[in-house]
């Protein structure tokens, strides 16, 4: 998230493949998932992604409500990353729609051991609407965008002009903890996470692995104990930032009292745009290497921190099933 500091923020088909079919049923589902791919980068013109807003939620400390909003200009706690490395390759820039509205968010790469697809990491409201209980479409993750922020154009030349293409989703995974509220709340804070599987994309291999194009980054499961020194990092694309510098902050984990303690927090004043944005614990700033173990997930009135879920079993749990060859749609866990 990021956050707004002014609010709270088959017979058939074995008798083929025993006739020796496989090539024909395997090249029509390749060229399925080529054109679905084409499909969705080709919605992405100019217009649409000139009114996509952060996706972010503020919650207001008197009433308990989560508001979603855009958050307004305001002074912020965060630099931009200038370290290179893994972590700026592999942290991007998400776009999708839900309804008729369209949105930003922040995502990672995430290790694997599948190779014919990649795992990408976000918050859960990122991809699925609470409001509707519909999942987002027309999902789409640029990774390194702050390398080649490239200018939107309407004839197709966004994603070839950015450093390594775009990717898009072929499935959503999200928990039901989070999928079965119908509004961001105190129980969806603590499933804001969510995996994206992708599928072959990027500008110069119509066949290439994000993962294998950009690298990816290792995801723990385990609590981390209090005032370890963490590294949050996103796209903020409400003023005063752009969305086209990767912004980063790093302070010492906390947890929020507000919540029950049951979601971590750290200083921090990122705006909208960086939700979905990784959090590492441990992390080398050298190298941009790190251990995944939460992300941006919301934020409160006149408090100067971020706010994300643990990461644990349920987390792994989701994540299996996204690397899962079996998941090929939209997938609630739970």
């Known amino acids: 998230m990021s956050f707004k500091p002014s609010r709270l923020i088959a017979i058939l088909a074995g008798v083929l ?12 589902a390749d060229e399925d998932a080529r054109a679905e791919h084409q499909r969705i980068i080709n919605f992405w013109t100019k217009d649409k992604v000139a009114k996509a807003k952060p996706r972010d939620f503020v919650r207001d400390p008197a009433t308990g409500e989560f508001t979603l909003t855009a958050p307004e200009a305001t002074q912020v706690l965060g630099a931009s990353w200038e370290g290179g490395g893994k972590v700026q390759r592999t ?20 290790t ?49 002009r950015t450093t390594y293409g775009c990717w898009t989703a072929t499935s959503l995974v999200v928990h039901k903890g989070f999928a079965s509220q ?3 709340n105190t129980q969806a ?33 385990q609590t981390v104990g209090n005032a370890t020194d963490t590294y949050l990092f996103g796209y903020p694309a409400a003023a005063p930032y ?7 902050s790093e302070g010492l984990l906390g947890t929020d ?39 941006n997930s919301y934020g ?14 349920t987390t792994q749990a989701l994540f299996t099933t996204a690397a899962s060859n079996s998941t090929t749609k939209n997938t609630v866990v739970g």
Request: include cysteine; hydrophobic fraction near 35%.
């Open 189 to 221: 804070t603590r499933y804001d996470f969510a995996f994206a599987v992708v599928g072959a994309g990027g500008k110069t291999n119509p066949l290439a692995q994000l993962d294998t194009t950009v690298d990816s980054q290792a995801i723990g499961y």
């Open 300 to 313: 409160y009135t006149g408090i100067s921190a971020m706010h994300g879920p643990f990461f644990n079993d």
């Open 182 to 184: 119908r509004k961001f």
């Open 112 to 160: 694997d051991t599948n190779s014919a697809r990649s795992i990408v990491l976000t918050a859960g409201h990122c991809v699925f609407d609470n409001k509707t209980g519909r999942f987002a479409t027309n999902w789409m993750f640029v990774p390194d965008y702050d390398s080649s922020a490239a200018t939107l154009t309407t004839n197709g030349s966004f994603c070839p």
């Open 17 to 28: 493949l025993m006739l020796g079919f496989t090539p024909a049923v395997t090249a029509s």
């Open 242 to 248: 752009t969305g086209k510098d990767l912004i980063y």
């Open 91 to 110: 942290t991007g820039k998400v776009l999708f729609a839900m309804g008729k509205s369209y949105y930003v968010c922040s995502a990672s790469v995430v």
């Open 257 to 295: 009292p507000l919540n029950n303690n049951l979601t971590y927090r750290v200083t921090s004043t990122m705006t909208g745009g960086s939700s979905g944005g990784p959090w590492f614990s441990p992390f080398d700033a050298n190298t941009g290497v790190g251990t995944m173990m939460s992300l």
